[in-house]
């Protein structure tokens, strides 16, 4: 029985730690590939995390390269490949650059990797993913934005530091589009089904939806260059692992709507059932009202970067 072959395009902070997290949960064979002239630097990479294995204790490959030929027959693959936010920057700052890069990304998979899983991370996600669907010509079950599994672990991670509880116990969701319009949806987060105003005031849970919009911006900001990678990276991980294992995870995922949620035809942040055959399922509940006029909000948002790429 051969490994799965994982190709990361872009192999800067993201796809570095995604390398090493998927090597220590053996999800199959790594190849890192970035633009050609820093093709040396990823085999370097490679050839470093091939000898941790030793004291990481895992046996999958990992190579290094900056030739598309090298990820033929991929059964995933994750973009991060792009420009992330400087301090200052807004993510839509980068969709003109990016746009260029998806699309050199997209024909390259088309022609080498079609068969593929594909999970982008690249910003504006919303706009990528979309530009990169359009353009490879592949099912929208194996097309899929990672960034509410992102958000969705900053809300949960938040409401652990505000509560003192676990962070294994907290259950929450965020929902739209992956900007300062993003739904974190505090009515239905709980803490092992707690709700959250039986432990929290409104004020503390105002605070968390409120830094839960702009976390992305506070690691960029206290970074000073580059943006977070290290929590993107293990979502991505979560998303590949749920697929190469059909695990039938619930994660909020930017997947092609198609009349969900009453959007048609764009990708947006909803509960997806992630297993073997992709998006399986998108997962539909009622909102309130007052959450359907977020959800128009974030839309409104979604609608607005995807128009600029002209796709
Ligand atoms: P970075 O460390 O700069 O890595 C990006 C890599 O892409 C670099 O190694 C580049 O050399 C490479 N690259 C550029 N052009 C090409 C190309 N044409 N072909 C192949 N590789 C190329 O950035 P990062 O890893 O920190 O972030 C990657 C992207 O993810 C950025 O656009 C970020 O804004 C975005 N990001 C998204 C989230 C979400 O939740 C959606 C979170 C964090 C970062």
Redesign the pocket.
Known sequence: MSRKKIAL????????ILALLIAQKELGDVVI???PE?ADPMKGKALDMMALRPHGGYDVNLSGT?DYADIEGADVIVI??????KPGMT?DD?LEI?L??IA??AENIKKHAPNAFVI????P?DA?VYAFYKQAGMPKERVV???G???SGRFEAFVAMETGLSTEDVSAIVLGG?GPTMIPMVRTATVAGVPLDALLSKEQIDKIADRTREA?TEVVKLLGN????N??AA?CCEMVEAYLKDKKRVISSAALCEGEYGIDGYFMGVPCVIGAGGIEKILEFELTAEEQAMFDTTLEAVVSTVKETGL
């Open positions: 395009i872009g192999g800067g902070q993201i796809g570095s590939l970035d633009r820093v900056g991060t490949a792009g420009l992330p936010r993510r980068l990016n260029g890069i050199t990304v982008l991370t690249t910003n996600l990528m934005g990672m960034a599994a992102l958000d992956h992305g580059g943006s977070a990678y929590s993107p979502s």
